[in-house]
């Protein structure tokens, strides 16, 4: 990785159906000031680093369930709890700027024997009307509450769709216990973009925040779309975290 005064460059090896060659986390850590536990170094993300890659990628680390959530006694909704290592919440937030560096539909198929999400959609909407031509992202560092306030407050939601297929709405014919195991992430460009600094800054080593939960309007603060589910997020050494359950 390049090291400038303002900015780390990231230079990874994405050419590969797994992430073992890389050590994300270990970007996050190099990006930190050694007398600030507040701020840290923007992270660069190139298109020349994303160029010659797969769309079709694994994660072993990650796992997803499924469940239904009651609020208020009356109102029910989709919940998905995903637990992952820091370095697969890393590589998913990659592979989300991965999309939008090449407008296209990335899969990632993911392998635990706990998930049942068993694969992760991430389609960016395409602008019709011009071509996106994207040099680079820069991310900064934010406070996690702050981040996802601000998103609030402005009006950007994000959305994370159970679905039985990719292609189209749910509809009588799908078994909602059984066939919706995929997770869909699809938006246009802001969404994407937002979604990918919300799980960096969920795993960076200045966030002391191990678990969260997001909702929509079947919540208490409508952070999500209307077709998201509601989500709860689960880092290693959290209460939820149920990669290593042996009775799951």
Not at 55 to 65: D, G, K, M, S, V
Request: with cysteine.
């Amino acid at each position: 990785m390049d090291v400038n005064e303002s900015y780390i460059s990231a230079n990874f090896d994405l050419a590969h159906h797994d992430f073992k060659h890389n050590n994300f986390i270990e970007l996050l850590k190099s990006s930190l000031y050694p007398d600030d536990t507040t701020s840290a170094k923007s992270v660069r993300f190139k298109f020349e680093n994303y160029e010659s890659t797969s769309n079709n990628f694994e994660l072993n680390n990650c796992a997803i369930r499924s469940r239904i959530t009651t609020i208020g006694y009356v109102r029910r909704a989709d919940q998905l709890d995903i637990s992952a290592t820091e370095q697969d919440f890393t590589a998913l937030a990659l592979l989300l700027l991965l999309s939008l560096f090449q407008q296209q539909t990335i899969t990632i198929h993911l392998n635990h024997r706990h998930s049942f999400i068993k694969k992760i959609v991430l389609e960016p909407i395409k602008f019709y009307q011009f071509d996106l031509n994207i040099n680079h992202i820069d991310y900064s560092f934010n406070k996690l509450y702050d981040f996802i306030e601000e998103l609030f407050n402005e009006k950007d939601q994000l959305e994370f769709l159970q679905t039985a297929d990719e292609n189209k709405a749910d509809d009588e014919s799908f078994n909602w216990n059984k066939d919706r195991n995929i997770l869909l992430i699809r938006g246009d460009f802001f969404r994407i973009f937002n979604t990918a600094p919300f799980l960096l800054n969920f795993v960076h080593p200045l966030n002391p925040i191990d678990e969260l939960e997001l909702t929509g309007p079947v919540g208490y603060r409508e952070h999500l779309t209307g077709l998201s589910a509601n989500i709860n997020l689960w880092r290693p050494d959290s209460f939820g975290y149920f990669l290593d359950w042996e009775n799951f």
